[in-house]
């Protein structure tokens, strides 16, 4: 049974940088891409980017280069992304999700984590 | 960057019914590779249907997808209680993967 579990919900001051992780299990981390997607409340669904945890290669949304940073830690099938230079507009939940056998939709999400950026 | 535009914003229906969701495209979406997702409050969204057509693993068939191009279209034949949620559109046939704004479904 794939499993994603997330990090639980953190706070942040603007400014800040915040960093949450995936943990895989029940399949073989390497060999399906990681994506993160957002969701600020009571809006819809936002892409960020994505990770091969085989290789290590990322890409991400423009809206978000340089200011994201994807990696993964294949010897405990993790992958983190973290978000430096929080806004209040950051606050939102944030998922990972599974992209399927050569990467196209999304099979398995996270739970999300919640983060929020207030001073 | 492909714009997904989801209509209706909301669907007001009785259990029972049928719901027709709405999913067009700014550009043509490569090789129907667009999937539904069901969200529900509080969770995460959960995969119904992908390549435009073929619903996911333990999806019951109630939910049917079709279109091609621009335009793509989620039913759900007879509406069931636990349906009741939002509806969301993406595209994965070209970069950044876009969603749509979502359709909530919601009792009548």
């Known amino acids: 049974q794939v499993q994603l579990v997330q990090s639980g919900a953190d706070v942040k001051k603007p400014g800040a940088s915040v960093k949450v992780s995936c943990k895989a299990s029940g399949y073989t981390f390497s060999g399906y891409y990681m994506h993160w997607v957002r969701q600020a409340p009571g809006q819809g669904l936002e892409w960020m980017g994505w990770?091969?945890?085989?290789?290590?290669?990322?890409d991400s949304a423009q809206k978000f280069q340089g200011r994201v940073t994807l990696t993964r830690d294949s010897s405990i099938s993790t992958a983190y992304m973290e978000l430096s230079r929080l806004g209040f507009d950051d606050t939102a939940v944030y998922y990972c999700?599974?992209?399927?056998?050569?990467?196209?939709?999304?099979?398995?999400w996270g739970q999300g984590t919640l983060v929020t950026v207030s001073s | 960057e492909i714009v997904l535009t989801q209509s209706p914003g909301t669907l007001s229906l009785s259990p029972g019914e049928r719901a027709t969701l709405s999913c067009g495209a700014s550009q043509s979406v490569t090789s129907s590779y667009l999937a539904w997702y069901q969200q529900k409050p509080g969770q995460a969204p959960r995969l119904l249907i992908y390549g435009a057509s073929s619903r996911a693993t333990g999806i019951p068939d109630r939910f049917s997808g079709s279109g091609s191009g621009t335009d793509f279209t989620l039913t759900i034949s007879r509406l069931e209680p636990e349906d009741f949620a939002v509806y969301y559109c993406q595209q994965y046939g070209s970069s950044p993967r876009t969603f749509g704004q979502g359709t909530k479904v919601e009792v009548k």
């Open positions: 990770i091969n945890p085989n290789s290590g290669g990322t």
């Open positions: 999700a599974r992209g399927s056998y050569g990467d196209y939709y999304f099979d398995s």
